[in-house]
């Protein structure tokens, strides 16, 4: 933690962040006319987002820019105000995601959820504007005073502007909530879901000290039951899907790509491998990407009906067909059964951290009967980093989401010795060979070798 104090005769910290802040926003604009990119604005037709190499110089300003902030407010503002000002991808998903998950205003949370209930985004024309008269005419029972002051505290979070008196126009976080269909739900999932699992996690964690079961969260104490969210949102076929689609918002991030799996591990290396993909209904377009990517892959991709993607989009696209194979099963966790042919790779994608560990380890262990000499497990899910080694805005995004699993599911996000400690425990043939964590992914890939 820096600018905790300042030594006698050292130079300020608010210099001293200054200074990086000028230097690297420098370094940033000489990359961005390099490649002929506009610099940052918020406005309705800014670009999003950016390049990757710009990544490290942007962590710097973000990191810098939120120091010198929370040093200049007094401690009855930092507490009131957001914990910080680094959305993951500025005014785009990120931003929203950051907005609806991250800030400990509930204010802001109050008009987020206003304006994806009524999906005001979709009432201001593109490169146009609209009166807050207008808005409040297409809301029933809302008056044009609360919808105008509902819209004015959102665009202190730069979510619309008003361009003249009395007129809203779009900057580039609402323009993306009109744009894109799943962002919006992916919002309104977080304000209508979320945010009231939120409040209750405290509650929940006093009723069920130190519990490891998926219906006793914070979540089921919102819905007013002891259920695991996925009895709740399956109990409702409508919501299950509005909560489908906003997590389809990761397969639209760059950092979930699923070339970071197909470009960093071996795939090429199986020959005519088998791979099986366990509760990998989540993540249907990664195992056809697989399957496009490397002929010599047979796939299955395992989970139960109500994980499996659905007619409409599930369909086994027709060039990969003979290779990629859907199976139903009732239970994930019920032990495997060995077919005919041996499996080279189990594959766990994104899956163990929605898990407490008695069910991780219950998941790893219904994968023995698979496993033979050479049969590998490979599993890509988050690692956390150790405290301070990356930018602080970045770690404090996933420390958020770290709670956000807990209050959700009572799963968590591990760190790689917790990963190892993990798979251990759950078999001592299991034997971690190698950790990769590709610069730019989300997901790190761990694999893990079979020893008898």
Known sequence: MTGLSTPAGSRPRILELADRISHSAAQLDTVLRAKSIPSPSFAEDAPAPYPSET???????????????????????????????SPRRPMTA???????????QHNNMVCLQFITRFGVADMVPAGGRASFDDIAAQIPGLTESIVRRLLRHAMTMRVFHEPEPGMVAHTKASKALQANPVLNAWLRNGTHEMWPAAVKMLDALERWPGSSEPSETGFALANDTVASAFEILGSDPARAARFGRAMSIYAMKPEYSPSYLTEYYDWAALESGRVLAVAGGSYFQVAVELARRFPNLQISLQDTAQSLPGPADGAVPSDVQERLHVAVVEDTFAPQIPGAQPVDIVLLRWVLHIWPDKYCVRLLRAQIPLMRPGTKLVIQDVIFPKPGTI?????????????????LFNGQERTAEEWEALIAHADSRFVVSRVVEPKGSALGIIEVCWRE
């Open 94 to 104: 990120g931003f929203l995601f950051f907005l609806a998950t991250n800030d400990h």
């Open 55 to 85: 990544d490290d110089v942007r962590d710097d300003i973000i990191d810098a820019a939120a120091e010198l902030y929370d040093l200049l407010l007094e401690p009855m503002a930092l507490l009131y105000k957001k914990t910080g000002v």
């Open 391 to 407: 930018a602080q805005w970045r770690e404090q995004d996933l420390r958020a989401s770290d709670i956000h699993m807990a209050n």
